[in-house]
């Protein structure tokens, strides 16, 4: 059967020069099964004619609230609470802050509020506006409500810039779709203890040595989890983002404060992911009082900080353990040694020396390396897509190693 089959899909189009491209995305939903009714921005009619539209939908395209046959109108908000889900591809900042704000000025708009399942942003736009304060703080809030928008692609723009803003590959917001119309409950009844971010070792009360973790990465795989069903301990170093919801949250600043957070709940933890940055390091001597300027020579002593990641697989019971591994040069290799050194179940190991992926990006691409002997590369993509195909591997190495110790 087709995965999306007996879907109702509203497919919002704004007006962005991608709004050809969903085009494409229609074709896809459709094929997967979906029933997909367009609704057209004022905008978007500018860029593509509701023709194609109808012709690839079959259906007949919305576009004008206030259209003269306002019986129609209400008729097609009840289409709005009937719907499985609204995909808005492209999403314009001007949507988003529409969605955010809670503006119902149009067609599409209006649907948005009278949506009662849930909504996805595949968001398009130009030059800086992705990073504008104004356009952040909207995505914070759709997000906080539990709405997904997902992270454009970063790239050449329609403007000859180059940045980030292009509307995600019409295959990742497929899959997007696929996750959220059929959420899988595979990890119910399980309990994820995940680490992500920085730590941050103080070299006096204001100064410290730390590291270029974002923590999306892990946020991304805690975030995953919870749709899947799984309970989540998130204990995360100092980030700008905003933990997912449903997640007990446990901050930390430190190594040893990660390192105690860690084991006070690893006993309830069936799947540990360390993703976190830890620094290896720490000023060993760190100053009470700030450090005065204009001394000719200033050393600092390190002293190594405690293996967090070793010691949990030292003490895991029957918790399958993943950790990270930040690598460069010969990643595979290196990659096989960290697996055997810290007796884990599962390394992800990312090459930490390239633009685009690893630290603080929103990609990443990584090689899977398991202690039975088996390698899976991941080829890259967006890290909410890492995340599950991390929790898709552990699933499957769990349920063999239970079937190969049940010979
Ligand atoms: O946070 P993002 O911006 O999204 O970036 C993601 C990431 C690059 C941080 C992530 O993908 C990643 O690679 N995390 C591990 C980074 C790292 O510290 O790697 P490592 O090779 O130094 O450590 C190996 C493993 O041991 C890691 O699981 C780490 O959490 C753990 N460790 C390391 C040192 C230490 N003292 N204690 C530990 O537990």
Redesign the pocket.
Known sequence: MEPLAGKRLILGVTGSIAAYKAAYLLRELTRLGAEVTVCLTEHARQFVGPLTFRTLSGRPVLSDLFDPRGEEAVEHVALAERAHAIVVAPATAHVLAKAAHGLADDFLSTLLLAARGPLLFAPAMDGGMWEHPAVRANVDTLRARGVIVLEPDAGALASGLAGKGRLPEVEHIVEAVRRLLAPVADLAGEHLLI???PTREPIDPVRYVSN???????YAIATAALRRGAAVVLVSGPTAISPPPGAVFVPVQS?EDMREAILQHLGEATIVI?????A?YRPAHPSPAKIRSGQERLSIDLSP?????KEVAARRGSAFVV?????TGDVAAHAVA?LRD?GIDLL?A?D?SREGI????DD?EVLLVDRWGGTEPLARRP?SMIADAILDRVLALRAHAQTTRAR
């Open positions: 680490s992500a971010g270029r973790s974002s923590g999306k990465m892990g190594a360390k993703a976190a940055a830890v290896d900080n405690p293996d967090i990641l950790g990270f591994a930040a690598e960290k810290k992800v990312n930490v690893g630290f603080d990006a990443n890290k």
